[in-house]
């Protein structure tokens, strides 16, 4: 267990689960050593999350709570759901405590909950309130958020919409190496690193472990015309997928990978990408600068397709719906793209303006200020409504 001093500052994150929930929170812990050197950052996590890997990786202590996942339909799982978050969240209050935290930072999802849970007095014995922020990432909030919103010092979303109150707009954390990256000053190294052709417009195809399938198929099928328009790929089908490739001859390199380990070389190497609309997916995309074809999940309640509008309203993307995806699609759509530069030009100047890199920063400055007691812990110091800081992109 981690214990503290009073002259040292001490932030606790909580975001634990899937790469959604723990890059954002590293960005930020990262981002808050840097701002503030000699602050104390406690990440939260379980033992089923990614971050048991990618915390102790980025070097900071992790402390394990009990995990509550909510059910969605009535079972024996959540009859005893009250049970497990008292549990859980009487364990994050004493890691609270045992940090002498200045300041919780929650990213939602299962590890948030508790953690929000916890800051407040008299719940599970705590006296005294610890100062909250929450982040939202996607387009629509989800349980943990809206739950820890209520009371919380300061709200902040990726987007505006997200259904929190007094959320002010300041996109996703990023790692450094995605808000450092010069695509221009890295083409040819990342090109080569793939085996990629060095001077042929290249399209950047990848999917998710999930959501990899139908544009697989897709982008395969409009394998050999794209080659004979003269553009490469570099194209992550997923480690449990594999794909056929007929390219024309004379034509530039198709590259099928099943997994990319340095997406900022990727980034580096494409002119354009097809991709899914997750929230970091589409943060990541615009905060290089890169046009993209976004292709939502069809599934679930359209979170996909609202995280991608604002980009794609800027004039940094374009939207295609998983049921109208196909081989044709996706030449009638890249092929004019990538064969126009000043359109290409426009819509990546455009799509860097939508995005956020400065998000981590702007998110460290707020959490320092509040485990130091300044004006951020008011609640209030935001001006009412979600698009308090709309505009403010880089």
């Known amino acids: 267990m981690v214990t503290g001093s009073d002259s040292t500052l001490s932030v606790v994150v909580a975001g634990g689960g899937t790469a959604g929930h723990v890059e954002p929170a590293l960005a930020v812990a990262d981002a808050v050593s840097e701002l ?24 900071y202590p992790l402390e394990l709570i009990p995990p509550v996942p909510l059910p969605r339909k009535p079972s024996a799982d959540l009859a005893r759901l009250p049970g497990r978050l008292r549990q859980s969240v009487r364990r994050a209050r004493a890691i609270l405590d045992a940090c002498q935290a200045d300041v919780v930072v929650g990213f939602g999802g299962y590890v948030a909950l508790p953690a929000y849970l916890a800051a407040r007095p008299g719940l599970v014995g705590g ?7 929450v982040h939202e990432a996607n387009a629509s909030a989800g349980l943990a958020n809206k739950v820890g919103a209520r009371g919380a010092d300061r709200v902040l979303a990726a987007v505006p919409g997200s259904g929190l109150p007094r959320a002010e707009v300041v996109g996703i954390p990023l790692r450094r190496a995605i808000t450092d990256l010069d695509r221009s000053a890295l083409r040819a190294q990342a090109r080569a690193s793939f085996g990629l052709d060095p001077d042929a417009p290249t399209v950047l195809v990848f999917g998710g472990s999930q ?49 990319i380990t340095r997406m900022d070389l990727a980034y580096a190497a494409a002119d354009a ?27 679930g309640n359209g979170e996909q ?7 794609v309203e800027a004039g940094g993307g374009m939207l295609l719906r998983d049921a109208e995806l196909s081989a044709q699609a996706v030449l009638d759509r890249l092929v ?39 004006a951020g812990t008011d609640p209030h110091a935001a001006r009412d409504g979600e698009d308090s800081v709309r505009g403010q992109g880089r």
């Open 36 to 59: 503030a050197p000699g602050t104390r950052v406690t990440v939260l996590g379980t033992e089923r999350g990614l971050e048991t890997t990618l915390v102790p990786e980025r070097g």
């Open 127 to 133: 006296r005294t309130r610890t100062p909250v922020i």
């Open 211 to 259: 959501g990899a399938h139908s544009l697989n198929t897709a982008v395969t099928e409009a394998a050999r015309d794209l080659s004979a328009a003269g553009i490469g790929v570099l194209h992550a089908h997923g480690p449990k997928n594999s794909v056929s490739v007929d390219r024309a001859e004379g034509g530039p390199d198709y590259v099928a990978v099943p997994y």
């Open 273 to 299: 990408v097809i991709c899914r609309a997750g929230a970091m997916t589409v943060a990541e995309v615009s905060a290089v600068g890169l046009p993209a074809l976004y292709v939502p999940l069809p599934h």
């Open 305 to 311: 397709e609202l995280n991608a509008l604002p980009v």
């Open 336 to 374: 004019p793209l990538l064969r126009d530069d000043s359109r290409l030009a426009a819509m990546s100047a455009a799509a860097g303006d939508a995005g956020h890199r400065d998000s981590a920063g702007r998110i460290a400055r707020i959490v320092v200020d509040t485990a130091r007691g300044g």
